[in-house]
């Protein structure tokens, strides 16, 4: 526990019976303060609570491995099957149109090399930078897990959501 935690460890109940004057320790007086403390106690241990819940938002950030487990965190708690890759970006291959009068760089058969074509969405330029991979059963709504998405990756990134 780091000294930054131990700072709001407080025992309300202990401190009253301390900050009260030693001659006026009485049973009863004690048991009063300490039942006018509860409230403080209920507003302290929200507080903490609080507290705990934004240090665990302010972690989150772009990191990949991040971004998984509050992704995991927040849709898939029990088996994390969440996964964040990089998206494959193949070159594109130049395959032209005659009426464009440019060269077709087509192989021959004795090259012994497959001409594999993409698609527009397959080739490097039109390509996103990551993928998220949401298994099939997993319950999510699209639009809240693309904005909780964007809420924390690096604005010039793109990604989509695969449903795998």
Do not use: C, G, H, W
């Given at each position: 526990m780091a000294f930054t935690d131990r700072v709001y460890n407080v025992n309300w109940n202990k401190l009253v019976v301390w900050m009260l004057p030693t001659f006026m320790r009485s049973p009863i007086l004690k048991a009063f303060l300490q039942s006018v403390m509860v409230q403080i106690n209920e507003t302290h241990n929200r507080f903490i609570a609080h507290k705990n819940y934004i240090a665990y938002w302010l972690e989150i950030d772009s990191q990949v491995w991040r971004?998984?487990?509050?992704?995991?965190?927040?849709?898939?708690?029990?088996?994390?099957?969440?996964?964040?890759?990089?998206?494959?970006?193949?070159?594109?291959?130049?395959?032209?149109?005659?009426?464009?009068?440019?060269p077709v760089v087509l192989r021959v058969k004795s090259e012994d090399e497959e001409l594999v074509l993409y698609t527009k969405q397959e080739t490097a330029a039109f390509s996103v930078d990551f993928i998220v991979k949401v298994p099939l059963f997993v319950n999510f709504d699209m639009v809240e897990m693309r904005a909780f998405i964007d809420t924390f990756k690096t604005p010039s990134k793109t990604y989509k959501v695969q449903i795998v």
């Open positions: 971004m998984e487990k509050a992704l995991n965190d927040k849709y898939d708690t029990a088996e994390r099957r969440i996964v964040i890759v990089d998206a494959l970006e193949k070159l594109p291959t130049p395959f032209y149109r005659p009426q464009e009068n440019k």
